[in-house]
């Protein structure tokens, strides 16, 4: 098996969390790190409405009070359930450490801009006191598990990756992109701030790594000749995406014309008894990524 979707263990130090946002599972995941002496670490905080699973859940694995949050990126959905952790933090009188990229304070410090993604989640909430952390930074979560922060620019300035050598495992956020099923990829050039040139650097950044496991946030992690592939699969994707765009910029406000053309030069290999239920996610995936092509390419 080389795709796993369901929550539990990646390795003897990692689990996966479904952050079920909206009552929806297997769209949002994040990443808790163990050492075998009690060191913990969330990898990202999930929104307002996941945070209370996350919260659960964490108790559930004994691992409350939590130590320490590093956030991959400040998009809303993995920022916004850093106040409710926070306050369940402070009710245990235990320091609950976060942690971001040094690019991320200007991002953290007015979340105002996640309004491009969506304006039924706001308001937002700005994310303050957070220690910066450097490209190449080493942290000690336990006595036996040191990470790794990696800078993976692209899909955000502040995007950063987590990398354990030790087990080969890397979280990555958003950096390559999101695989909803063993055939179905979809990149996430979504933002105002996405960078194509950062993106490419990133892959082949992340590429030279040759992970073990690749753990994604949207959703799953990925093991094997899947994790080998998934960089060149991801930027190949990517690509296939740039084109639709590029060959019809005339009508990127025709969200429903450009879905078509997903289905028929992309993902016809997709059975159509599953293609109502991907419908909604693919239709929003592409709203964005016009949007943000329109705001890049004047």
Not at 87 to 99: D, I, Q, R
Not at 121 to 144: A, F, K, M, T
Not at 193 to 210: A, I
Not at 250 to 272: A, C, N, Q
Request: glycine content about 8%; overall charge negative.
């Amino acid at each position: 098996m080389t795709l796993i979707r369901q929550e539990g263990p990646i390795n003897q130090h990692t689990y996966l969390i479904d952050a079920v946002h909206r009552g929806i599972p297997r769209g949002h995941a994040v990443y808790l790190l163990k050492s075998r002496d009690g060191g913990t670490c969330l990898i990202d905080a999930g929104t307002k409405d996941s945070a209370k699973i996350i919260y659960e859940k964490l108790i559930t694995l004994d691992a409350w009070p939590l130590k320490r949050i590093i956030i991959t990126h400040s998009h809303w959905d993995h920022t916004q359930g850093i106040g409710f952790l926070r306050e369940k933090a402070a009710e245990t009188e235990s320091p609950l450490e976060v942690f971001a990229s040094e690019k991320a304070g200007p991002f953290l410090a007015d979340q105002s801009f996640n309004i491009f993604f969506s304006t039924e989640e706001g308001p937002y909430d700005n994310i303050d006191q957070v220690l910066p952390l450097r490209d190449g930074q080493s942290i000690e979560v336990g006595r036996d598990l040191t990470i790794q922060i990696i800078g993976t620019p692209g899909h955000m300035a502040d995007h950063i990756s987590v990398w354990d050598e030790n087990t080969g495992n890397i979280i990555v956020g958003d950096a390559f992109g999101m695989k909803w099923g063993d055939d179905l990829i979809v990149p996430n050039p979504n933002s105002p701030f996405w960078s194509e040139k950062d993106f490419r650097r990133s892959m082949d950044l992340l590429k030279s790594l040759e992970a073990r496991t690749i753990c994604l946030a949207h959703f799953g992690c990925l093991s094997g000749s899947d994790a080998q592939r998934f960089p060149d699969d991801s930027l190949s994707m990517y690509e296939r995406w740039m084109e639709i765009l590029s060959q019809n910029s005339g009508r990127l406000e025709d969200i429903p014309f450009l879905v078509d053309l997903l289905w028929e030069k992309i993902y016809h290999h997709i059975p159509k008894e599953f293609r109502a239920q991907i419908q909604p996610g693919l239709t929003d995936a592409m709203d964005l990524a016009a949007r943000a092509y329109a705001k890049q390419h004047p």
